[in-house]
Nanobody, 123 residues
């Protein structure tokens, strides 16, 4: 049974930083692309970072580029999202997701999802 468990969310002031973690189990982690999405109240879930299975290609939307960094530790079966210079608009529930090999921005392409972790950025 595949499980993705996020942690690291919380309340932070604008300009601050948070590091999210997602621990995976039940899959061959090194064979999966990993991604982070977020969903604010009343809005659709949106892609914020993705990393290929190989770990050598990462992608970000313009809204977070230069502020967010995705990384992975295959020895720990964990993917991270370092978030710097946080803004109130970054407030959302953040989810990690997994799919074989290639990352994509499409939510419907991911078969495995975590339960989400809340990030709240105060102004």
């Amino acid at each position: 049974q595949v499980q993705l468990v996020e942690s690291g969310g919380g309340l932070v002031q604008a300009g601050g930083s948070l590091r999210l973690s997602c621990a995976a189990s039940g899959l061959t982690f090194s064979g999966y692309a990993m991604a982070w999405f977020r969903q604010a109240p009343g809005q659709e879930r949106e892609f914020v970072a993705g990393m290929m299975q190989s770990g050598d290609i990462r992608s970000y939307p313009d809204s977070v580029k230069g502020r967010f960094t995705i990384s992975r530790d295959n020895a720990k079966n964990t993917v991270y999202l370092q978030m710097n210079s946080l803004k109130p608009d970054d407030t959302a529930v953040y989810y990690c997701a997994a799919r074989p090999f290639l990352a994509t921005t499409r939510t419907d392409a991911y078969g495995y999802w975590g339960q989400g972790t809340q990030v709240t950025v105060s102004s």
